[in-house]
C-alpha cells in the first residue's frame, strides 16, 4: 500500500465530507525485542504494525479519530465519525493546522539499514554479550533481571489540508542491562543502557553490561544517613529527571495559565550563568531529531536557557494562536495522540570538567546515582524524590547511601548550579551532563 | 459457543473456533509446550475541558491478536493488527520459534467457558451521547470555579473505554470478556497574592454511565478545588524521620510500592524481590492482613478473567503478618509449582501478560480513626498522594505527598507542601502499630506502570499509623 497516497485521501474525503481543515499522521513500524536472563534467551518478541491518527476541525471545532484497521471501510466510516464528533467540542479561534505550505525541509539521516537489515541472531548476541559482561565484572554478581536488545525502524507520515505532505524514515536501537550483587546478605540491583538510531553509535553492549555490573555492587552496604544540607551532585545518568521538570514548566501554556513555576521569567535568570540549555530537533542522528514537528512546522535549533537567562517558553500552533507567538516545532506525538508540545533533543550543555575532578573539590556532599519517585510540581517548583548513591567525604566517593530524598526548590536548585561536567551522553530526548548544586536538604534519619 | 462470547463482549467472536485451534497448532509446531491467542478490539473516548471550554472530542480504535508460545522458561511473542489468517499464521510461527526444537503438528481443541461477571454495567458508555459526557465534565467545571473566588483554573478530562478480550490457550481454554472503564478527573489552580497551588481528584471504574447516580462530577471538583485552597497555606515539609499517619483510601499506594510489586510472581521466581522465600515467615505486624482482590464489584482494577484467562479471584496474600502467597501469571505459577491468582495481566495485545495487582489492599483494623490521630505527638499526617515508586530488590520505596498536615500534640495543625516519604517495604511492615476501621478503595484513578506495561489499578486502606518513615521535606 502507498501510505503517502493513503494518507492524503484520508485528508481529501475528510474535507469533502464536511471538515475545514484535515490532519493525518500515520506510522508503521517493525519492531524486534530480545531478553536474555542468566546466559539464556527469555524472551522475543516481534511485530509489524501500523496505525493513523485523524484530526479535524469544523468551523475551529476540534476531534480526532485513531485506528489501526486501514480497511477502506472502517476508514470511511471513521472518517463521517471524526466530523461529527467535532460537533460535540466548543468553537476556539485559535486551532488551527500551521498556516504553511509545504516547505522544503533539510534531509535528515535518520534512518540505519544496518539496524532494519541486522539478523535476530546478532540481536540475540548482543544481548547475550552484554549480561555475560556484568556477571563477569564481579564475582558479587550472582542474579540478573536481565539484559536485552531492541530494535525499531519506522516511517512517519503527516498530512493536511493546507497541502503538507511530508514523510520519514528512522530506526532506533538499544541495549540494557539489570543485575544484581549480593553482598552481606543484602542484594542491590544495578542498571545502565545505551540508545541510538545508529547502531555504530551505540555504546558496546560489553560496556554497558559493565557499567551496570559496577552500578550494582557500588550499592551494596547502601545506608540511611542522617538529614542534613549538603551539596548535590547529579550524574549523567539521572540528571535529566531535573531537565524534564523544566521542560514541562516552559510549555507555553502551562506558562501563560499560570500553572508553572516558570511563568513571567522571560528574559530573566533563572539558572547560574554556567547554565545553557539547547533542544536541537536538527542533530545529525539524535534520538528526538525530526526534520518536521507532528504538525508539520520545520523543526530548528533553539538556545533555551543561555548563561542562565530564560530566552523562550514553547508553543504549538494552538497555543502559539492563543497567546500571540509563534510555534517553536516542538509538537510531539503518535498517531493515537493529539500533537502537543515536547522535547527533541533538550539538554544541558557540558564544560570541559571532569566529573571526577568536580568530587575532588567536594569535602562533603552527596553523589546521587539514582532517583525514585516523581515528587515533582511544575507549579510550585517543589522538588522531592528518592535518591541512592554515594556520599563524598573529602573528594573522595566515600560510602553507598540509600533510602533517603533529596529536596529543594528547582528555581533554588539552578540558580546554585556551581558545577557542569563534560559527560554529555545522548541516550534520549532529555539528557544532562553530571552536574552539582551548592545545597539540598537529604532527609534520612 | 459464539452466543456465549457475543452476550459477554456484545460483538462477534472475531475469529471462528477452527482458525483459532490452526493458530494454537502453529504456535506449537516447533516444540513450545503452550501457546496463546490474545485477540483485542477496543474503543475508548475522551474529552477534556480546559478553561471552561470543551477542548477536542477523540476516539481511538485498536484491534489486533498477540500470540504466545511458552517453552521452559523461554516465551515467544508476536502480534499483528492484520486479521487475515496468512498474516495471522505467520505470526503464530513467529512466536512458536522461540522452542527452535523439533516439533510435530498437535491439533488443539478449545471448549468455551464462561467468565465470572464482577462488573454489571447498566448504561454503557459507549451507548451514551457525546453530549451526556461534556454535561457531566461542565457541572465538575461549574463548581471548581464556584468553590473559591481563588480557584482560577479548573480543568476536567473524560475518558471511557470498551475493550473486548478473548483469550484461548493449548490446554484447551476459550473464554471472553467486556470490559468497561469510565474515568474522570479533575484539576484546580488555586491563586493568592501570586502563589499559585493545585490539587486534583477524580472517580471511576468498571461501570457505566450510572456511576453518577452515586457520585457526583461537582464532589471531585469540590475535591480538587479544596486541596488547591488548602495548599496555599502550606509551609514547607519537615524532613526526616517522624511518625505518620495515612488517610484510607488513595493512602493505599504505600503498601502497593512497599509490598505489593515485591510479591509478584516473576521478582520471587528470580529470586530479585527482597520477599522471595519467605512464605511463612512473620514480615508484618499481626494487625496487618493484605489482600489482592480482583472481584471487587465495579471496581477500576477488578478482572472477571485476567489477560490469560484465569478468572479472577481474591488471595490474602500477607494474613495477619504471616506471608501466605503470591501473585501468579501462567509462566511463573508454573516454574514455581504454585497456583494460578488470575494476576497476568497486559497492557494490549502489543505486549505478553506479566504478573500485575488488581485491587490491593489492607483490610480493616479495630482502631478509631481519630483515635490513630490523637496517637501522635509530633509527625505528618498524610491526605493525599500522587504516587509512588518501589526497587523491589532493596525494597526501598517512596510515595509523593500533595497533601499534607503536621500532627501536634495529637491534632492536625499546619498543612505542608508537597513533599516525598520514604522508606523500606519489609521495615515499614513492622511498623505498622495502628490500624482504622475505616477501610476505603481509591476512587477509580490510579494505573500502574511495571516494564513499560500501564494497566488500571486500585489500591486502598484504612487509617494507618507508621511509628516512623523519612519525610523528604527542605524544614530541617
Known sequence: ?445 | MESVLMARTGHDALLPKEDIEKLLAAGLSLGGEFAEVYIQRSRSTSIPLEERKIRSAEMRAAKGVGIRVLSGEKTGYAYSDILDMDTLLATARAAAHIAQGPGTERPVKITAQLAPDYYTIKVCPSDSAVSAKTAILKQASKAGYAYDPRIKQCDVYWSDEEKDIIVANSDGLWVADGQTMIRVSVRCLATQKGVSRSGSAGGGGRIGMEYFDKFSPEEFAAEAARIAVVQLDAIPAPAGMMPVIIKSGWGGVLFHESVGHGLEADFIRKNTSVFAGRVGEKVATDICTIVDDATVPNSRGTNNIDDEGTPGQRKVLIDKGVLRGFMTDRLNAGLLGLSLTGNGRRQSYHDYPIPRMTNFFMEAGESDPEEIIRSVDHGVYAASFSGGQVDITNGNFVFSLTEGYLIEKGKLSTPIRGATLIGNGPDVLTKVVMIGRDLALDPGIGTCGKAGQSVPSTVGMPTVKISELTVGGTET
Open chain 1, 1 to 445: 500500500m502507498d501510505y503517502l497516497e493513503f494518507a492524503r485521501d484520508i485528508v481529501d474525503a475528510a474535507v469533502r465530507a464536511g471538515a475545514h481543515e484535515a490532519e493525518v499522521y500515520l506510522q508503521t513500524g517493525d519492531e524486534f525485542g530480545v531478553s536474555v536472563r542468566m546466559g539464556e534467551i527469555e524472551t522475543i518478541t516481534q511485530a509489524s504494525s501500523k496505525g493513523m491518527g485523524l484530526r479535524v476541525l469544523v468551523d475551529k471545532r476540534m476531534a480526532f479519530a485513531s485506528t489501526t484497521d486501514f480497511d477502506s471501510r472502517v476508514v470511511a466510516e471513521l472518517i463521517k465519525t471524526t466530523v461529527q464528533l467535532a460537533k460535540a467540542a466548543n468553537r476556539d479561534r485559535h486551532n488551527g493546522l500551521p498556516e504553511i505550505g509545504p516547505q522544503v525541509l533539510p534531509h535528515m539521516n535518520l534512518y540505519d539499514s544496518a539496524i532494519a537489515k541486522m539478523p535476530a541472531e546478532q540481536k540475540i548476541g548482543m544481548a547475550k554479550e552484554c549480561e555475560k559482561a556484568a556477571f563477569d565484572y564481579d564475582p558479587r554478581i550472582n542474579n540478573s533481571h536481565g539484559a536485552g536488545f531492541g530494535t525499531h525502524a519506522g516511517t512517519r507520515i503527516l498530512a493536511n489540508s493546507n497541502g503538507i505532505l511530508y514523510s520519514n524514515s528512522g530506526t532506533d536501537c538499544g541495549v540494557s542491562c539489570s543485575p544484581l550483587a549480593e553482598g552481606n546478605g543484602t542484594k542491590q540491583v544495578g542498571s545502565y543502557w545505551s540508545s541510538s538510531r545508529f547502531l555504530s553509535n551505540l555504546d558496546s553492549p560489553a560496556e554497558v553490561g559493565k557499567r551496570a555490573a559496577l552500578d550494582a555492587v557500588r550499592k551494596l552496604g547502601g545506608r540511611k544517613i542522617e538529614t542534613t544540607k549538603a551539596p548535590v551532585v547529579f550524574d549523567n545518568t539521572i540528571a535529566s529527571v531535573l531537565w524534564g521538570a523544566v521542560f514541562s514548566a516552559l510549555e507555553g501554556d502551562n506558562v501563560h495559565r499560570g500553572l508553572s513555576f516558570l511563568k513571567k521569567k522571560l528574559g530573566k535568570q533563572i539558572a547560574s550563568s554556567l547554565v545553557t540549555v539547547i533542544d536541537d530537533p536538527l542533530m545529525p542522528e539524535g534520538l528526538g531529531s525530526m526534520p518536521f514537528d507532528g504538525e508539520g512546522v520545520p523543526t530548528c535549533r533553539k538556545t533555551v536557557i543561555e548563561k542562565g537567562v530564560l530566552n523562550l517558553y514553547f508553543y504549538d500552533t494552538r497555543t502559539a494562536n492563543k497567546y500571540g507567538k509563534k510555534p517553536t516545532g516542538n509538537a510531539r506525538r503518535g498517531y493515537a495522540g493529539l500533537p502537543s508540545v515536547g522535547p527533541m533533543n533538550f539538554y544541558l550543555q557540558p564544560s570541559e570538567t571532569d566529573p571526577m575532578d568536580m568530587v575532588r573539590r567536594i569535602p562533603n556532599g552527596f553523589y546521587v546515582t539514582e532517583t525514585i519517585g516523581h515528587g515533582i510540581s511544575i507549579t510550585t517548583g517543589d522538588f522531592s524524590v528518592g535518591a541512592s548513591g554515594m556520599w563524598i567525604k573529602d573528594g573522595e566517593l566515600a560510602f553507598p547511601v540509600q533510602e533517603v530524598t533529596i529536596a529543594g526548590n528547582m528555581l533554588d536548585m539552578m540558580k546554585g548550579i556551581e558545577e557542569i561536567g563534560s559527560d554529555i551522553r545522548f541516550a534520549s530526548s532529555i539528557v544532562s551532563p553530571t552536574f552539582k548544586i551548592g545545597e539540598m536538604t537529604i532527609s534520612g534519619r
